[in-house]
């Protein structure tokens, strides 16, 4: 259709206008800056702004000295390194098992892991509630079992709650890059290796891992910026008892009202986030940098 | 092949099936099954029923599905015009400028939503700009969340397209919008409709950014669900959450038919 189209065209040249090609790029910039740079700059200002009026770090000091604050990075961060711990382990195996142990069904399930994606993250938190709430299944089957009443598993509204649904909603983010580097994976290599007598342990060890290592970093330090940032499943699962930085936020400035205090620690979460996805960045540019010194030799 | 006996290969796949089973599909039919729910305090529900779904079909939650879908529809079209806009303008920028503009459109994928919340609230609760309480200030946000994703798709498309179509209608005389309206749209359309396809999904489970925002006319779905599984109707909530993965689905079904469609042509 488009060389139809081209060949209907006039051969003549034509002048063309002496534009910028860089030019175009300033309405998109300037919508996100608009939307999204404004916004987090005033942020940033609002965190220097005390109620009272003026500008001064009292906010900072006031919130990083209070103990609600402390408790809630510590759970951000523990429970978000250790999800994303959990996320490359699992991630690692499945993927693995997928792309070198193939069995009928593994693709299609490789696909629907794909579509998790797409889901809201809250839904695996109360799917988590069915399961291992107090009057869920889990602990239905387990009084049916052993008799006793009371709730034998009550670990839902903990942080290993949020860290379970956590671990659950994001290892496919982990899975993706790795089935994209096991496909790159020479099949020969493996075969080699093999028949040279190595185990399997041994050849996931020296060939596959060493392959697969920058997008395991990366879908790791993806995973653990999103595990940072994560908000909806901590409402759902742990909203009681545990306070991560995002759902600290949200109660400072909407359960409060007050808006410096929830700025200090919505740029303590930003620094924290926009640093290691720096390092994810990082990754991706080193795994871009290898896949191209491989194409060349 | 990495295990070559059956013993090891049966070994793999169950532990395999072992993990991923409790762990991915179980989450899908404890929601589906408990949408159907009439009480569950067993290990199955001791009855089933379809009032949640009836409940689901008119009053505030049909509203709340209404709004939803306004939301991301606008929110994926803003965002896939932004996005693909500045990933087809970055590729012939500079390398620096191109860096830059990288940079700023993933930079939302960084930042917690609910700090983007939080900076559209402070923005635009004061002059110039007054937008709080409104339903425009949760489609920005919506709009804000999702670029990234437009954009990074788009861009990874863009980079993949062999430039001699493009340079052959060029030294052919054709002007660059005509470059870009006949040769680069038609070839990226199936990326920008799996953008389009995944934009609308995001955008229609999005929580956070939401929860900061909504004013009380606009109240979205995942919202609705959160209120009622807050206040103890956890069988209504998975309901709704069902309702909202269907009608995600459907709409990303017809994006990828549209896509189909777009490659045959």
Redesign the interface.
């Known amino acids: 259709m488009a060389s139809a189209a081209l060949g209907a065209m006039p051969t003549r040249p034509r002048r063309t206008r002496v534009l910028r090609p860089g030019v175009w790029i300033l309405p998109p910039l300037a919508a996100l800056g608009f939307a999204f740079l404004y916004p987090l700059a005033l942020v940033a200002l609002q965190s220097f702004s005390p109620d009272d009026g003026g500008h001064s770090v009292e906010p900072w000091r006031q919130v990083l000295a209070s103990a609600a604050f402390r408790n809630a990075l510590w759970n951000t961060v523990w429970i978000a390194s250790g999800a994303t711990a959990g996320c490359v382990v699992l991630g690692f195996f499945l993927a693995l098992v997928i792309a070198f142990v193939p069995f009928p069904g593994a693709r299609a399930l490789g696909r629907f892991i794909d579509t998790f994606l797409a889901f809201p993250s809250f839904l695996i938190a109360l799917a988590l509630v069915f399961i291992y709430g107090s009057a869920g299944m889990a602990n239905s089957l387990l009084t049916g079992l052993t008799g006793s009443h009371g709730t034998p598993i009550a670990f839902l509204a903990t942080p290993w709650g949020v860290l379970l649904a956590e671990v659950t909603y994001f290892t496919p983010f982990v899975m993706r890059p790795l089935l994209a580097a096991f496909s790159q994976v020479e099949t020969a290599q493996i075969e080699t290796a093999s028949s040279l007598g190595a185990r399997p342990w041994r050849i996931v060890h020296q060939v596959i891992l060493p392959e697969a290592l920058p997008s395991l970093a990366a879908g790791g330090s993806l995973a653990l910026v999103m595990c940072l940032n994560e908000f909806g499943i901590v409402l759902f699962t742990g909203a009681k008892g545990v306070t991560t930085l995002p759902t600290l936020v949200y109660s400072r400035a909407i359960l409060q009202s007050d808006y410096p205090a929830a700025c200090v620690i919505a740029m303590v979460n930003v620094l924290l986030s926009v640093a290691l996805y720096g390092v994810y960045r990082l990754c991706l540019r080193g795994r871009h940098r290898r896949g191209g010194s491989r194409a060349g030799a | 092949?990495?295990?070559?006996s059956r013993a090891?290969?049966a070994l793999?796949?169950g532990?395999?099936l072992l993990?991923?089973v409790p762990?991915?599909a179980?989450?899908?039919l404890?929601?589906l099954?408990?949408s159907f729910a009439q009480g569950?305090?067993?290990?199955?529900p001791s009855a089933f029923t379809t009032a949640h779904y009836a409940a689901a079909a008119h009053g505030e939650s049909r509203d709340a599905l209404f709004t939803s879908l306004a939301t991301a529809a606008i929110a994926s079209a803003a965002a896939l015009t932004?996005?693909s806009?500045?990933a087809l303008?970055?590729r012939?920028?500079?390398p620096r400028?191109r860096r830059l503009?990288d940079?700023?459109?993933?930079?939302?994928?960084?930042?917690?939503?609910?700090?983007?919340g939080?900076?559209?609230?402070?923005?635009?609760s004061r002059p110039p700009v007054l937008l709080n309480g409104t339903s425009t200030i949760v489609i920005?946000a919506h709009?804000?969340q999702v670029?990234a994703f437009a954009y990074q798709s788009v861009a990874a498309a863009a980079t993949r397209l062999h430039p001699a179509?493009e340079q052959?209608?060029t030294g052919?005389?054709?002007?660059?919008a005509r470059v870009l309206w006949?040769?680069t749209v038609?070839l990226l359309l199936p990326s920008l409709n799996a953008a389009l396809?995944?934009c609308f999904?995001?955008s229609?489970?999005?929580?956070?950014v939401t929860?900061?925002l909504y004013p009380p006319g606009w109240l979205p779905l995942?919202v609705r669900?959160?209120a009622a599984?807050?206040r103890g109707a956890?069988f209504t909530?998975?309901a709704l959450?069902v309702v909202?993965?269907a009608s995600?689905l459907v709409v990303?079904i017809g994006c990828s038919r549209l896509r189909t469609r777009a490659l045959y042509?």
């Open positions: 092949m990495l295990v070559h090891a290969r793999a796949c532990a395999f993990l991923a762990l991915f179980l989450p899908f404890t929601v099954t408990a569950w305090s067993g290990v199955l932004v996005g806009w500045a303008a970055a012939n920028a500079g400028l503009t940079g700023l459109f993933m930079l939302p994928l960084a930042v917690p939503s609910v700090v983007v939080l900076g559209l609230l402070v923005a635009f920005l709009t804000v670029t179509l052959a209608a052919l005389g054709a002007r660059p006949r040769i038609p396809g995944l999904a995001l229609m489970g999005e929580l956070s929860m900061m995942p669900i959160f599984t807050d956890v909530g998975a959450a909202l993965l995600t990303l042509r």
